[in-house]
């Protein structure tokens, strides 16, 4: 530990460029749109949401605002429906075709014209005339908002739901891979931060607490919020959003978030930033100040090796569950249950495995309590990211997680990071 | 300007407790839903989302993951269904029923059989068990998820919409304007921070650039971006999210956000962070560092006189057009068409006059273009949070615009936040 405060210190600002993304999205291949309206026998699939929606992110890579636009596939074009006041915008972001007629209508109403006029003779181009002319079935996301599936309906139209873009989303493509790993350097700076802020801290006796171990950072108390706040703001240094999923879990359940945090304390640090084009990273890391053995030594060491052991399952062909199953047999082995299912009192629910992109947990997922046979969403490909955070909690000692994030690669995996992590927090 | 660079001083760390939030959310009276399942003689009220959804964290206070948890009002009771992995966190934000049956159903079914059992005879509590026992028709919000609505039809209800949860989010309770102004207070820090950034700045000349009007700060060129991460650190250093609404717009359309800043261009930042209880802020200031007067000081005070004016027309009663409309009224005085609905090239769509609370924009709107006469949910009622924006742009030039946050009381406004604004960047 030192003596140094380095509270005016930041990785970041040294070298802005290095966290600067690229700045048109990551493209992507909407064909496959093509292949399921054709199996399906439909006349096309309509998206409706706003940006926070993955699968609309995916399909049009337009960070427009939280609700009101659509976004229609037929005939082998995309339309791309934006609110009013946001047409200059999407036809900055979006490489198909921008339609602004009617911006006051619902976008519901405004993907049922597209589609009707995509499907009309005259609009009808690479696909049997007959065939979509015919059909009145129109493919939507299971979640498109109700009110936008009875203005299809009403306009003549029999939904039916797929699940094809979540699937697609999927496996990514070396520019998607690259957007996550930028993400992925942005959150490692932002828990590199916290680790600084520990190592930099002094333990001393913090007023109004019953003993001395507590942490003193730049002048006073450091509190589980204060921590939290300094890793956020080197994670918005690095140009990413917090996306309000970090966490710091220190000590015992029910610790408030204006507790000091102790210097024999296990600190969970979790992340998941969102970046400018809307790929999230994600990164636990668990460190103890001043540990005096034990409890959190030990979980630290399971966690070690049941993330070994898991990352030693992901290959192409494997099941999410499986690379859960082999890090819970681990942690048994070192005699710990998984971490509780509820995390600890500032902690998301831990998920052992998942996938990570535009959504911070999606496909592949893999659940405790899932049935034990193979799920059809969780069969690892070439180019599916993978979180992979093994934890331990103990409601009266804490919890710890630590975590990978891994691309699977035709030959097996590979980093996203570093991977450096340690027991005691670095400067 | 000066020649420090204060890259290394914020306000808030100074004093974080000054940001601190109180750890339960603002408590919110719910019974307003039993006057419309009985005016509309239904069983009940459903919400099915995740905790970006705004009715969903009205009603709960939870801020569970992104999806997967329904909401359930009927009999007078309050019953939430969270995600499988969430039961305990969701007991400590949710003050009524949490239960915990069937995690792995979809939670439009979950949703259904809470519904089912308030109305069945034993679970009947404070109204007539005849008629709740009669109806099936269940309100929902006109945006529910698709697939929520059909499970709950296939349990036999018939759906109908209802905005009603987001008529009442439009007036707030005391407790939530504290939650508003307490997130403002981080808006007005981000936002000062950007402007002593900027007063910090040396002019001096950049390099690849043909003139020596560009800003160095701390070192290296100012740009755009990072501008926008330092203001986005300091609302992170506040203990709330930049939500990823925060935009700094800074000369003609199209410029990068690695471009370098200019002593005589107009700056405008503008933030909408959100606050740990999901609540929002909403700021926006202009600056020029060392403007050769003309175009951007004329927009500037033409944006001063019209939110004078503007405010001056807000009071109980008013209509949010009617604001909007006498902003518009004062730009064109000093010769300026409003701001272009298309805004700057970072910059959201700019909308004059809207309500802020748990969505950025929300109840009661103004858009222009609106029809002339009142609309329903334009009329401004005690304890409606409204952000008021007259903002100028020129494809050209850029984009100068300023805000305020007041709230609707009995007398008339209420300021939310200092107000103060200068052309000039300040320490």
Redesign the interface.
């Known amino acids: 530990m030192s003596d140094d405060s380095d509270?005016?210190?930041h990785e970041?600002?040294a070298d802005?460029?290095a966290t600067?993304s690229p700045?048109t999205p990551p493209a992507v291949d909407r064909s496959f749109l093509d292949d399921v309206i054709d199996d399906r026998d439909a006349a096309g699939f309509v998206a409706v949401g706003g940006?926070?929606d993955a699968d609309l992110r995916y399909l049009t890579g337009f960070d427009g605002?939280?609700?009101h636009y659509a976004y229609v596939r037929a005939a082998g074009a995309s339309v791309l429906c934006p609110?009013?006041?946001?047409?200059?915008?999407a036809r900055?972001q979006f490489d198909g075709d921008v339609r602004n007629e009617r911006p006051?209508d619902h976008p519901g109403e405004r993907a049922a014209a597209a589609l009707e006029s995509l499907c009309s003779p005259d609009g009808t181009r690479d696909v049997d005339p007959d065939r979509s002319a015919r059909s009145r079935v129109v493919l939507?996301p299971?979640?498109?908002?109700?009110?936008?599936?009875v203005y299809l309906e009403r306009a003549g139209y029999e939904?039916r739901?797929t699940t094809a873009v979540a699937e697609a989303r999927a496996t990514k493509t070396s520019d998607e891979i690259d957007a996550v790993r930028a993400v992925q350097r942005a959150a490692e700076r932002g828990v590199r931060r916290g680790g600084r802020v520990l190592a930099a801290a002094e333990v001393g006796p913090v007023s109004d607490e019953g003993d001395d171990s507590g942490l003193l950072w730049?002048g006073?108390p450091l509190?589980v919020?204060?921590l939290?706040?300094?890793v956020?703001?080197?994670?918005?240094?690095?140009?990413v959003?917090?996306?309000?999923n970090t966490s710091v879990a220190v000590g015992a359940e029910g610790r408030?978030?204006?507790a000091t945090v102790h210097r024999d304390e296990a600190i969970a640090i979790e992340v998941a930033p969102?970046g400018p084009h809307g790929y999230h990273g994600h990164l636990a890391r668990t460190v103890v100040v001043d540990s005096d053995g034990g409890w959190e030594r030990r979980a630290y060491v399971a966690c070690e090796a049941a993330l070994d052991a898991a990352l030693g399952e992901v290959e192409p062909g494997a099941d999410a569950d499986d690379v859960r199953r082999e890090a819970t047999a681990e942690l048994a082995a070192f005699g710990f249950d998984p971490g509780g299912?509820?995390?600890g009192?500032n902690a998301?629910?831990?998920?052992t495995v998942h996938g990570v992109g535009l959504?911070?947990?999606e496909r592949p997922r893999s659940?405790s309590?899932a049935t034990s046979g193979p799920r059809s969403d969780a069969t690892l490909e070439p180019g599916v990211v993978l979180a992979v955070t093994p934890s331990v909690t103990d409601p009266e000692r804490g919890s710890v997680r630590l975590s990978e994030l891994v691309v699977v690669t035709d030959e097996g995996d590979e980093l996203l990071g570093d991977g450096a992590h340690s027991f005691t927090p670095r400067e």
């Open positions: 509270a005016g210190e970041a600002a802005p460029s600067h700045s940006r926070d605002p939280s609700d609110p009013a006041g946001y047409a200059a915008r900055r006051a939507v299971p979640t498109i908002p109700h009110d936008a599936a939904l739901s730049d006073a509190t919020e204060r939290r706040r300094e956020n703001a080197e994670l918005a240094r690095c140009g959003s917090d996306a309000r408030r978030s204006d969102r299912g509820d995390g009192p998301e629910a831990v998920e959504a911070r947990r659940r309590g």
